[in-house]
């Protein structure tokens, strides 16, 4: 037996407020793992876009400049950083209006082309192993991930979470909000929201984020010292 621990992928899905950047960002500590959260860049590029005067709603307009703004991820699950062309984006990225324009800006091909690259570029340099979340990670961007988990809850379960974060927001409208982004994401041509067919599914309505963790740490570890599938 090897001493050495082999690099892990680990990818985590699933619709807005169901934990994935919390249990995902703990599991990766747990593990000494990097994080990436690819929602964070979409959310990166709309800031740019929306700073740049470019209209979200004109697909074409959105195309043409894709390719321009520079994006940079940090991978520290204990202090996650994103910088567009060297600014600082982690406070304006959450805002509500790029929140309300992300899914449009994220269904533009030439936009899941570039930012695509990018996620796979980030995962193949990280050396221990990554947990990488988002809405497509199983499905597109590493198809061959060691470990799939999709991540659902109730939409009450959610928009609660959600609002719970955001002083004085409205439960209802939350919910709305997040049933709204869900079609969006799920609809879209281009690397919908979905499970992947070999994902773990989750339901974390009735959990706890810490069994959450707990139950994603112990599938990495199953995994991890499971036998490797050689291909023949
Ligand atoms: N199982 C859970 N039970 C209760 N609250 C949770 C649970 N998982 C996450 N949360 C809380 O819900 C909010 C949204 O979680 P987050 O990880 O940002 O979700 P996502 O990345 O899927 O949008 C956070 O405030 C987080 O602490
Ligand atoms: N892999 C991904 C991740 C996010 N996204 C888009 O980015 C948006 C913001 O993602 P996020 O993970 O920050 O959203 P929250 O779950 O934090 O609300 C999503 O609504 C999608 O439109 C995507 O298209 N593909």
């Known amino acids: 037996m090897s001493d050495t621990v082999e690099s892990v992928i680990v990818a985590i899905d699933g619709p807005s407020g169901t934990g994935k950047s919390s249990t995902s960002k703990a599991v990766a500590s747990a593990l000494g793992l990097s994080y990436l959260d690819t929602g964070a860049q979409y959310r990166a590029i709309t800031w740019w876009m929306i700073s740049n ?30 910088t567009v062309d060297g600014l600082d984006a982690s406070g304006p990225i959450r805002t509500q209006e790029v929140t309300s324009k992300v899914s449009a800006v994220s269904a533009v091909p030439e936009v899941r082309t570039v930012i695509t690259d990018l996620q796979r570029s980030i995962a193949s340099a990280a050396g221990k192993g990554i947990v990488v979340e988002g809405r497509d990670i199983g499905t597109t961007v590493l198809p ?24 004085g927001s409205d439960v209802a409208a939350t919910r709305e909000a997040l049933i709204r982004r869900d079609t969006a994401d799920s609809s879209r041509k281009t690397s919908p929201l979905a499970k992947a067919d070999d994902a773990v599914e989750v339901d974390t309505t009735e959990l706890t984020l810490q069994q959450v963790i707990e139950c994603v740490v112990t599938l990495v570890e199953e995994r991890r010292s499971a036998p490797k599938q050689v291909a023949r």
Do not use: H, M, N, Q
């Open 144 to 167: 061959d991930a060691d470990l799939k988990i999709f991540l659902t809850a109730s939409p009450e379960a959610r928009a609660a979470r959600r609002s719970g974060e955001i002083k």
């Open 53 to 82: 005067g470019i209209d979200v709603s004109d697909a074409a307009a959105v195309a043409a400049v894709a390719g321009k703004p520079v994006i940079e991820s940090g991978t520290d699950p204990a202090a996650p950083a994103i």
